[in-house]
């Protein structure tokens, strides 16, 4: 069955450090690939997609992601964590025969002074 | 500014009663879906309406229902509400032209139920 893993429920970084989030999936084709954001007490926004074309995508507030087909991946990074950057981080595939993303588990993201 | 709103953003509910969440989109969005979200089980697909009258299960759809009668409205319906159906709802919407359109999502609606 195709799925989505997000590595990590939780990663801690301290402020002014990169920021990785892992996302991987099954797909023998390549997916359209999203990643929304989730503030406190808030519902999800998209912070990025790709979809064709260059494999770098960059997105709201300064973080990026690239596709890499032969690892069937697609982390999040940015290279300077801010405070505000504290959130939910939901990695979401629309994969292939699929009309609906699915979505990853979440990946909580801790910033430290 | 576009918007996905939900009739609360807390609930509280006794086990047993008919629980009506209401979502509303101001996109004309065609497509509309309801989630669950539960601490390290990410979001869960209930339901999903490709368009007015139009319904089709998620991946729990199991002590829910859900009505579509107006384009910008879509209502997830608990039956009889339970303990294990507390949770965060999340409602959003979406543009039908192709598939890599992203998702609108509300805010949420916490539900305790009792």
């Known amino acids: 069955a195709q799925s989505v893993t997000q590595l990590g429920s939780h990663v801690s970084v301290s402020e002014g450090a990169l920021v990785l989030l892992r996302c991987n999936y099954s797909?023998?084709?390549?997916?359209?690939l999203f990643w929304y954001v989730q503030y406190p007490n808030q519902g999800l926004q998209l912070l990025l997609k790709?979809?064709?074309?260059?494999?770098l995508v960059k997105g709201i507030n300064g973080f990026e992601a690239e596709f890499k087909k032969s690892e069937t991946s697609f982390h999040l990074t940015k290279p300077s964590a801010h405070m505000s950057d504290a959130a939910e981080y939901f990695c979401a595939p629309l994969l292939w025969g699929s009309y609906i993303p699915t979505f990853g588990r979440g990946t909580s993201l801790i910033v430290h002074p | 500014d576009v918007k996905v709103t939900q009739s609360s953003r807390y609930l509280v509910k006794r086990t047993g009663e008919k629980v009506f969440l209401e979502c509303v989109q101001d996109m004309d969005h065609e497509n509309m879906f309801w989630y669950r979200q539960d601490p390290g089980l990410g979001l869960r697909l209930i339901y999903f309406?490709?368009?007015?009258?139009?319904?089709e299960k998620g991946d729990i759809p199991e002590g829910y229902s859900v009505s579509r009668e107006k384009k910008e409205r879509f209502s997830l319906i608990l039956e009889s509400a339970s303990t294990n159906q507390t949770s965060m709802y999340l409602c959003?919407?979406?543009?039908?032209?192709?598939?890599?359109?992203?998702?609108?999502f509300g805010p949420g609606t916490r539900l305790t139920v009792l």
């Open positions: 959003a919407s979406k543009k039908r032209t192709s598939g890599w359109n992203e998702q609108f």
């Open positions: 797909s023998s084709v390549p997916p359209y």
């Open positions: 790709y979809t064709t074309g260059a494999t």
């Open positions: 309406s490709y368009d007015v009258k139009m319904k």
